[in-house]
């Protein structure tokens, strides 16, 4: 089986950061991509960023400039710092990862419980 928890969402006034980590385990093989998108209310689910295993990154147009993606493979972490938060980050964030599962030899795509980011003075 494998999970995937954050942690780091939080109540940030405007301007400020935070920075959000996303850790993997259980029965892993290895893990391509891995990612954050996000859900605000009444909208719909938003890429915020994408990092491949050997560190190619995409990043969605509302955060570039402010956020910033990276990964260390040997703790199967992915992690989002974001830099100049905006009323309009307010969203539950959710992490992402394509994940070989050990034993089976299966591939998914498996999604954290997301962790609530709130920008508001």
């Known amino acids: 089986q494998v999970h995937l928890v954050e942690s780091g969402g939080g109540l940030v006034q405007p301007g400020g950061s935070l920075r959000l980590s996303c850790a993997a385990s259980?029965?892993?093989?290895?893990?391509?991509?891995m990612g954050w998108y996000r859900r605000a209310p009444g909208k719909r689910r938003e890429l915020v960023a994408t990092?491949?295993?050997?560190?190619?990154?995409d990043y969605g147009d509302s955060v570039k400039g402010r956020f910033t993606i990276s990964r260390d493979n040997a703790k199967n972490t992915v992690y989002l710092q974001m830099n100049n938060l905006k009323p309009e980050d307010t969203a539950v964030y959710y992490c992402?990862?394509?994940?070989?599962?050990?034993?089976?030899?299966?591939?998914?795509?498996?999604w954290g419980q997301g962790t609530q980011v709130t920008v508001s003075s």
């Open positions: 259980g029965t892993i093989f290895s893990i391509d991509g």
């Open positions: 992402t990862a394509e994940i070989w599962v050990a034993v089976t030899s299966d591939r998914g795509r498996y």
């Open positions: 990092i491949t295993n050997d560190h190619r990154i």
